[in-house]
DNA sequence: GGCCGACGCTCTGTCGACAAATAAAATTTA
DNA sequence: TAAATTTTATTTGTCGACAGAGCGTCGGCC
């Protein structure tokens, strides 16, 4: 048997009636953003239906899904694939990344409830732990989730749907680009999540605004090196 | 006959294999848009299967996709409604449209190319053209597709996704409330709207931001007129 | 020997049917 | 008569099967 058998296969999981799209959606989601199917790889549909013992349709429910998403992309009457990470298109992602990071740190800031603060220093709380860990990608996991609940906090779905969006995306990224551990940086993302709750539990929009602008400049420049240490071998002129 | 058959059905055309789903999703959304589908409306799925003369598994994917958009909404083994437009959140929505016609309408003015500027013109003519007729409805999707010009002139597909999201429930709400046809208000459209392109044109983002801020401002004033002109039968009470 | 077209194979798109789940109707019971 | 419960009916979720559309392969032709 493969080594992977030994971990339970989720896919094995018998569901009930009406929960096997979002089965299969969530499984394949999980998937495609931890890269174990790669950017560009055909998705077999006959072979998904085996492997989650069900029939064709539901698994091609939970690709429309998917598509939706944008996390394949479908080749009528051939193939779908695993959408590719579009390098083109980095600057639009880390504009769009910032901007979001932005509006709803300032959202939560105004919007936010007691309730709220809870769930946000769990996963912070979560954070921390993996950074202990060294476990960079429970790290990457942990981030999203804690900026997710920010944004939940800030009550405004269409920015917490974007933004959804946006992490995973920058999982994927994460994912493809990591290569060598550092230990500063994770510390110091710790230190400005604590410095981002405590300004939007005061309730401070304009500080909250600028620590998120710090964050998201400091994720995008460590992608950005990450992405040019991985060129070093087609290196840019320098005039 | 009914006299809603003297015009041809869309549903009617014959498409090739794989355009099936598409093409319901196509025509559902607009008709979703439109408000021909009433919010709230249960979705038979066989009934659908018989007007577009196709089997359930086609149509069954469209509306996953349109469930994906948000326009309608699943009730496992239940059935399936088109979503309601949600009065409480109707300030997140005012909150993301006004930001995303400034985004938009920065990037544009950034990122643009001369070949971006005949179809934004084209666009605004038609809006015009509605205008002059006093054609209502028809000035509602030419202003959509005015605006979605630019931001596909601006060049980022995530702001890009969720602006259209945005003026297409812009339009449900739009529909839904629209009553009295006041003549200055469209014509202040055209001419604000001529001015979003000239400073575009001239790559000056910061006018650009500055009218988008007042064109968002002035629709978001008309939605809210509407609303509460609607709400005059249970008035605020004023303090 | 290389290019072009017919053939076959594989995979997707669509179909009709069945079974579970829920809502509605009918019946019983207090 | 009203409430509770069983029965019926409708509608969804899933299934297995078929047919069309590409893609690769093989043979023929220049």
Redesign the pocket.
């Known amino acids: 048997m493969a080594k992977a058998a030994q971990k339970q296969d989720p896919a094995a999981t018998v ?7 979002s089965h299969v959606y969530e499984i394949l989601r999980n998937e495609i953003i931890e890269l174990k199917l790669v950017p560009g790889s ?5 072979l998904l ?1 085996e492997r989650f ?6 698994i ?2 939970a690709l429309v899904r998917l598509a939706a998403d944008g996390l394949i992309t ?7 694939i695993v959408s590719n990470i579009d390098f083109l298109q980095m600057g639009a992602f880390f504009d769009a990344l910032t901007l979001m990071y932005r509006v709803t740190a300032r959202l939560a800031a105004s919007n936010h409830v007691a309730e709220d603060i809870p769930a946000i220093r769990a996963h912070q709380a979560t954070f921390a732990a993996f950074v202990e860990e060294r476990n960079v990608l429970g790290m990457i996991a942990a981030n999203r989730d804690f900026h997710v609940a920010i944004a939940e906090a800030g009550r405004n779905p269409y920015y917490t749907a974007l933004f959804k969006r946006l992490l995973d995306e920058g999982r994927r990224i994460l994912r493809l680009y990591y290569h060598s551990y550092d230990d500063n940086l994770p510390r110091q993302y710790v230190t400005e999540h604590e410095d981002i709750i405590s300004a939007m539990v005061a309730r401070d929009v304009e500080r909250s605004d600028a620590l998120a602008i710090a964050h998201a400049d400091q994720i995008v420049r460590q992608i950005r090196s990450y992405i040019s240490a991985d060129n070093r071998s087609s290196p840019r002129i320098q005039l």
Not at 42 to 46: A, K, W
Not at 53 to 58: L, Q
């Open positions: 569901v009930k009636r009406g929960e096997g799209v055909p998705i077999d549909e006959t239906s013992a069900m029939s064709r349709t539901p091609r429910e479908t080749l009528t009457n051939r193939t779908t």
